[in-house]
């Protein structure tokens, strides 16, 4: 693939790779609520958590926290309220 | 197998004042056929499932529905 | 209690400053059969149901308050620069008189949302319906609105919204399945 230099692009690309993953990790989810039992799911589930927690930490590194309450690290200052919000992005 | 889209020629009256709107057609999407989902269905890469709006191709429903060859909507 | 997550599930991107189309929008905004009334609907049945479906009441619930954040984002982008006569033009007049810019839950043709939109009728298998009966009517909402839109961007993130309805329709008539048979026989064979 090739390399983004601008922030901004990579900004897009990064949050789309996030977008994927947690997609898949959703249907899993719901699939998972009515087929409880289906170990193939499960280990896709788990391998696709990973997958997901490594992209939101690279992701906040560069841009800032995703997850309130603790969920991800504060920078200094306290940049949980930077934009933009997702509905600006 | 099953077709996602159902189609039919509403009765048009002499007296109706528009003109006929021809041959109507409604929704049938796959999860009225599925029945309860079967474990290891084939998936879509996970890069594609987002952009589908689903990880099964089996519960997949574009819209509105590809046209056959040559037909007019 | 809930986590806030500074991301879309599903990148929104709009063509035009078209505020026409944000006006039927709002439909899946503060509408019956819109995001919101689906995700209290869900989450309020919780309590009343076997725990057998409590998580997928959870999760659908859930996943419907992102699907509220993107209908928002639709039409945040549609509105946020229109000008008070573009309002006008688009039929927005009314809404601006009462809220300039800002969102506000009421359907496309301006009446407030409520909560006789939802029901909870302490049945499991009258709430399933229900609740299988919403997703088929917000994905009948989706096409229509669909099929008045010309803004390719706008709608391959309403076509994914369309989608959603058709899975989590699917996942409740699963659940239905569940609590039709007898306690831990197997569903699939």
Redesign the interface.
Known sequence: MKQATDPAKERYALMEKIQMVDFALVELTLYLDTHPQDTQAIQQFNQLAVESRDLKSAYEQRFGPLRQYGGSFSGYPWNWGDSPWPWQL | MYTPIKCYQPYHGPFDPCPSRGTVCYQTPPNLYLGFQPPNLQQFPIQEALYKGTLWPALYDPYPTPLEKGAKR | MW??????????KVTECNPRLAKYLIEQYGGADGELSAALRYLNQRYSIPDK?I??LT??GT?EFAHL?MI??MI??LTKDATPEQMKAAGLGAHYANHDHALYYNNAAGSAWTATYIQAKGDPIADLYEDIAAEEKA??T??WI??MSDDPCLNDSL??????E??????F???V??LKFEKDR???F
């Open positions: 986590y806030y997550e500074k991301k879309l599930q599903y990148p929104v479906v998580g997928l999760d659908i996943e954040e928002a984002t945040y982008k994905r009948a989706y096409q669909i099929n076509k994914f919204l369309r989608e959603r058709v899975v989590h329709s699917q996942r008539r699963e659940a399945e569940i197997k569903q699939f």
